[in-house]
């Protein structure tokens, strides 16, 4: 059944059909019931662009990206993800690249100004965030991918960054391990700010006290991740695990251990955070990565859903979803060596 | 010097100013040569968000996904390096995913009524390919990242593939290898048919037979690679030399070599075409890769240059640039082992 359908079934034009079912001011309330009501029993569900059409909605949902380079391997999986739920509803993507803090924030100006998204995602955040101050201020609707510590109610899906990390590190301390490198995000984003706290927690529950030489806090790639590994593999005595914040993190470490004439399983473990890429498969590695594992793709597709049931009506303060995370052992992880 | 102050200046409104620096016919002939004038004198330059107000454009580019799949490694380092660009003139990409084909050209119609994008970034071309023509008679401004096959003028950037191929081919041909493997593209795509004249054209030159068996047409992903691989290192005589579509697939073929016991850049030669990844770094590999290399992010910085040239009026059939790729020779290519 049809908008078209229903109004004439009814004996209305589309407009006021369409108006009722909206719940605009102009209709009185005995024409809304008597809509809603018909609506109820016919089975109409109104399509993507009708219902776009007579809410005024752009049909958009809004990201912006600080620099060019945030458009990464990350940032791609979780857009996939993203934007095959909001093709079924025939929902944009608006992709604004800015330059700097500043400019974000005037991009969630100009958005909520020019009204071409109905939502926005907010991404990599840090534990305190004004940004979505700002956004609540503005009025614009927002999911955040992360999350942020504040007392106003915001809408957010995260993974379990502290329980993957405990866990991991809780592992390779069963193997025997006692000097774990841990490879983190830059501080202050609160992803890198919970795994801290995850993996002081397994250290601290063994009594087994943290060396501040075997943290690092830098931007994830293979070329940053090879250096900081040489450097750490230098340290005596040198660290037999490591911790990767992702599987570009965990190919540097990789490259630097080769390079230093270990073999990675026997003489070096490692577990790798795994968003899990399709073109970088821990089971394809030689050997194969440990991991801990959670889709960002997945999360994408989840955070799609999450922003229709925020535009549909659903209170920020009830959508909030924190995913647990896998444990994946393979041939990366085992014993500590003996010394 | 802004908008207001020239308007001042000539004791105008800016609507008129605006409109005389726009070409709009309503501003007759004397007021125009009089603002441009001032304009140019005075050093005026319109900014970004004040020539959209007065051109009524949008400010968005459109990129039409299909499948979410297309949102891969390649498109995500196009985007970094389109939207880097875009971002100067604050400009935004509008993301559309569809699942088909069909929904494909349906968005082109609906992008084109809705007046949310100015120009679309054609991608992923045929060689005979009806979106361009669609886009055409929709008036749609676009640039095709590719090229294909037609008579109307179309505004387009590409990579020498076939020049690529012929290089890199005639390069393992002179080191004594016989039995080249070519992991071509999807049949039909513009630079996988491209790819395969080059390769073609080598052989030819040399007259070396073309062997049906080794050469494949498939998506570039390291499973794939590894599987065609493995099949054809059992053919007898097996190839001892392979040119990998992308990076990805270069990974798949190193997995299968090592799994069949052999050594890369020794027992079985390897030329991959690089995208430049910044996190699957060629020289970061081990060995390190022989390469055919192009920076796809380059290409999108400059195809976002070509759509601002093509906005501000150069007609499309004075736009298109054909870059050649360098070929950058490192560990994975030697000599053809003795027989």
């Known amino acids: 059944m049809r908008l078209k359908d229903l109004a004439e079934h009814l004996g209305l034009s589309q407009t006021t059909v369409s108006r009722a079912l909206n719940g605009y001011p102009e209709v009185n309330e005995a024409t809304r019931l008597r809509v809603a009501e018909a609506a109820a029993r016919l089975g109409y569900r109104p399509n993507a662009s009708a219902l776009r059409l007579a809410t005024g909605r752009s049909g958009a949902v809004g990201l912006v990206l600080r620099g060019a380079d945030e458009l990464g391997p990350h940032m791609s999986e979780f857009l996939s993800g993203l934007g095959g739920r909001l093709a079924t509803e025939e929902i944009d993507i608006l992709v604004t690249t800015v330059e700097s803090y500043q400019d974000e924030i005037s991009a969630y100006r100009r958005l909520a100004a020019s009204q071409k998204v109905d939502a926005v995602i907010l991404h990599s955040p840090k534990l305190h965030d004004e940004r979505a101050e700002v956004l609540m201020d503005l009025k614009l609707p927002f999911v955040l991918h992360g999350r942020i510590n504040g007392d106003r109610p915001v809408a957010w899906l995260d993974i379990d960054n502290t329980g993957a990390v405990e866990r991991a590190t809780s592992h390779l301390l069963d193997l025997g391990h006692r000097r774990i490198a841990l490879f983190n995000g830059v501080k202050g984003r609160t992803f890198a700010e919970h795994r801290e706290i995850g993996y002081l927690a397994a250290l601290s529950a063994r009594g087994v006290p943290f060396d501040p030489a075997l943290m690092s806090n830098s931007i994830f790639t293979d070329e940053v991740a090879f250096r900081l590994a040489q450097a750490m593999l230098e340290l005596k005595p040198r660290p037999t695990a490591f911790l990767a914040g992702s599987m570009m993190t965990a190919l540097g470490i990789f490259r630097a251990i080769r390079q230093a004439g270990l ?30 594992r959670s889709s960002i793709r997945a999360a994408g597709t989840r955070i799609a859903e999450l922003i229709l049931q925020l535009l549909g009506g659903k209170p920020a303060e009830d959508i909030h979803e924190l995913w647990p995370v896998e444990l994946v052992l393979r041939e990366s992880s085992g014993p500590a060596p003996t010394p």
Do not use: C, E, R
């Open 263 to 292: 073999a990675l399983g026997k003489d070096v473990s490692m577990i790798a955070h795994d968003d899990v890429f399709p073109y970088l498969n821990a089971d394809n590695m030689y050997p194969t990565m440990s991991t801990t």
